[in-house]
């Protein structure tokens, strides 16, 4: 080695790595994971004591055995609970399904012309849309009775469908104007220089790119709809409404005392949504996720 070479190797600053501690890095993590399990157990005792007492019978279902295993094995309960439920249940895939998917389209119409289809009082508009999801549904809901009875739709599955694409257009635009801001807009003066309109524009570019917002929507709206109790109960009976109703006659009904059927009752209604989410819950956050950046 030269001197010159030998000066500039003694005039480089020599950089060290940190040095990480094993034991407080592993205390961290310990820490962390602790924590972690904790509160995973807080979240899965509810869901152990709904599936051991499903499988009790009548006799062994009691409050005061409820963290005790089932001493006998039993599927009646869920027999019994199928029988009651699956008509409803029936009915509320008629609600969820199609409310679901108008709402969403009409959202991601609102949302499209709302975000790039600029036209005096757009801003207003939007926020009198938006307005519709502060509104508490215990406020409006005599006279929004008053008004179904007034139009003539008939209870049940027609008017909860109504209903939930009505109130779910307000949060539906707000996730399409929000992820329509973050398409390209070379995109859409390309279609506009092809002679495209705004339909044309939005069915052949936009339509397309709106796979994560759909996604996102539809998880959202068919939660919503499948969990709801107050539109079910004010407008639909235990004939024609949905699971949440007849789930609460079944709790609340002549088999009170048989906390396994109604245990397996709430399994079974909660089943759907839990698939929803395992399934399509990454999906989900992506889709989130896609319209929160910009660039």
């Not at 005792?45 to 039993?74: E, M, N």
């Not at 679901?100 to 009198?128: K, P």
């Not at 406020?139 to 939930?164: E, F, K, R, S």
Request: charged share 10%; glycine share 8%; no cysteine.
């Amino acid at each position: 080695m030269t001197a010159e070479a030998e000066q500039l190797t003694a005039a480089r600053p020599v950089t060290t790595a940190p040095r990480v501690r094993p034991g407080r890095y592993s205390l961290t993590r310990t820490l962390k994971y602790a924590a972690l399990i904790f509160f995973l157990i807080v979240v899965l005792i509810p869901v152990y004591v709904l599936l051991v007492t499903s499988f009790k019978g009548t006799g062994d279902a009691d409050p005061s055995r409820a963290w005790a295993l089932p001493q006998l094995w039993t599927l009646e309960n869920w027999a019994t609970a199928w029988t009651t439920l699956s008509p409803a249940i029936g009915r509320t895939l008629a609600i969820v399904v199609p409310s679901s998917i108008i709402s969403a389209f009409l959202g991601s119409l609102n949302g499209f012309v709302l975000a790039r289809w600029s036209f005096r009082g757009a801003d207003i508009v939007f926020t009198v849309i938006l307005f519709g999801m502060f509104i508490p549904y215990q406020a409006v809901m005599i006279p929004l009775n008053q008004l179904v009875l007034d139009v003539g739709i008939p209870t049940g599955v027609p008017t909860l469908i109504m209903l939930h694409v009505v109130y779910g257009i307000p949060i539906t635009t707000l996730i399409f104007r929000n992820y329509y801001t973050t398409v390209p807009h070379e995109l859409i003066e390309a279609g506009r220089v092809d002679g495209a309109g705004m339909l044309r524009t939005y069915w052949s570019i936009v339509l397309p790119l709106s796979i994560p917002s759909f996604v996102v929507v539809l998880i959202w709206q068919f939660t919503s709809a499948w969990n709801d109790f107050l539109f079910a109960v004010f407008f639909s009976s235990s004939q024609n409404g949905p699971v949440t109703v007849a789930l609460n006659n079944l709790a609340n009904g002549a088999l009170l005392q048989n906390y396994g059927v109604s245990m397996a009752g709430a399994l079974f209604a909660s089943l759907p949504t839990l698939v929803v989410y395992i399934i399509l819950g990454k999906y989900f956050i992506g889709g989130l996720m896609s319209g929160s950046v910009k660039g």
